[in-house]
């Protein structure tokens, strides 16, 4: 069993990283730089995608009586952005792919320094001495992020013939090992989620993902596809963050089940989301 806790962790890094890496073998370097050479598109996203998650949060559990396990786990998915399974899911309801890969990579960067602030914010303001360290925020999207992703590119510009053969294969394994992880994690910690169910952590959750969805909307531009991309930037967290800084800075393990229930959470809301978009928007992916 303990053999087991140790490779989980390694497996999903492995498994995440995977699906970083077929964003790059899947695009070109003018679809990775798009919204960092476009300062408007670049403020838009950092407001949706780094400002009002955290904001809107902190406002909710402020004012609503939650538990203090289920307040520290909505702080911290609101402060996770940019989970890998992103593009993918932009890219099926018609995102274009310069747009939502640009976005992914701008805030992926970004996040290295605005994790760490946001989060030594958030606990002055909630009366909590913990720091988190730019250094392991930096290690976690490095070894998750840009390592996979270059590596990713640098195959696609040397052998992009194998890069297109490749890549779906990555993707395939590495979504087969986010299942064969997650779901012995959510096994064992099922119990603590279930404790957590009530007294208004779900509507919570769910309340700040839809937030998220309508900043990320209304700040995606005139282009309905660039409004679902932005949203669904806005709205998806990274539970690999998270739960790394639950592990490192919280003793009480409900706090990572509190992050795990607003993963479930905000998935089905999310993909309510989406439903609605493609009736409302049935062009979208051709535009």
């Not at 609101?78 to 995102?95: N, T």
């Not at 395939?172 to 208004?200: C, E, H, Y």
Request: some cysteine; overall charge positive; proline content about 7%.
């Amino acid at each position: 069993m303990e053999a087991l806790k140790q490779i989980l962790p390694l497996l999903l890094t492995l498994s995440l990283a995977g699906l970083v890496m077929t964003v790059g073998l899947k695009s070109g370097r003018g679809d990775l730089i798009y919204v960092l050479r476009r300062p408007s598109l670049l403020l838009k996203a950092i407001l949706a995608v780094e400002v009002i998650p955290p904001l809107a949060a902190a406002a909710l559990v402020w004012m609503l009586p939650l538990e203090p396990a289920v307040k520290a786990g909505i702080m911290l998915m609101a402060i996770s952005p940019v989970p890998p399974l992103v593009p993918g899911k932009q890219l099926k309801i018609g995102g274009r792919k310069e747009y939502a890969y640009g976005v992914y990579v701008a805030m992926a960067l970004l996040t290295i320094v605005a994790v760490p602030l946001v989060f030594d914010l958030a606990a002055r303001l909630f009366g909590h001495e913990r720091t988190l360290p730019i250094r392991t925020i930096a290690a976690t999207v490095a070894t998750g992020v840009v390592i996979p992703l270059g590596l990713g590119m640098v195959i696609r510009m040397l052998a992009p013939a194998l890069a297109e053969r490749i890549g779906p294969w990555v993707y395939r394994l590495s979504m087969l090992l986010v299942v064969v992880v997650f779901v012995p994690m959510l096994a064992a910690i099922w119990p603590a989620i279930r404790s957590l169910i009530g007294d208004g952590a779900m509507a919570a959750m769910a309340g700040l993902t839809v937030i998220t969805l309508i900043g990320g909307h209304l700040l995606g531009g005139p282009a309905d596809c660039d409004r679902a991309t932005l949203a669904v930037a806005s709205s998806v967290r990274h539970p690999g963050i998270a739960i790394l800084i639950a592990n490192t800075t919280f003793n009480d393990k409900r706090v990572t089940a509190a992050v795990l229930l607003f993963m479930l959470v905000s998935l089905v809301v999310g993909a309510l989301y989406q439903a609605w978009f493609k009736r409302r928007y049935p062009a979208a992916g051709l535009t």
